[in-house]
């Protein structure tokens, strides 16, 4: 078995040093080329693409935004750097109020699928205290 690792490293090692070999062959190819200025997107295709991704990003966030467990437990509030502050909710727009400083705290439950490893641990502490 200590053979057969000692081989099996030795083929990894020489199909890296080929595809290495052969990337810095190509490497030196390409670098040999000519630049093709014409074939360089114009400032209005970049422009286009950039929108593109943007709006696929959009899509993605939002349905990741509504699919989301804790976006569904908790509020979300969008603030824009001020001294007073309206919230939109279901019934339409709150009174104006002034900002204060506050905190909040949240314990989310325990799962066995986000914390796999604290879930087996709090599994034997309590088969421990039963025993």
């Known amino acids: ?3 057969t690792k000692r081989i099996s490293s030795y083929v990894r090692y020489e199909v ?4 290495y070999s052969n990337v810095c062959h190509w490497r030196e190819i ?3 080329l000519p630049e093709a200025l014409e074939l ?8 286009d693409l950039a929108q593109y991704k943007k709006g ?7 349905e990741a935004r509504s699919n ?9 509030v969008h603030v824009i750097q001020g001294k007073k502050v309206v919230r ?3 019934f339409g727009l709150s009174e104006i109020t002034e900002m204060k400083e506050s905190s909040y705290y949240i314990e989310l439950p325990a799962s066995e699928i986000a914390d796999p490893v604290g879930a087996a641990i709090e599994r034997l502490r309590l088969i421990g205290d039963v025993n």
């Open 40 to 47: 360089e997107a114009t400032g209005t295709e970049r422009f």
């Open 88 to 90: 939109h909710g279901h």
């Open 68 to 76: 989301s467990i804790f976006s569904q437990m908790s509020q979300q």
């Open 1 to 3: 078995s200590l053979r």
């Open 30 to 32: 390409l670098e040999k």
């Open 16 to 19: 890296y040093e080929q595809e």
């Open 56 to 62: 696929i990003n959009k899509e993605i966030l939002k």
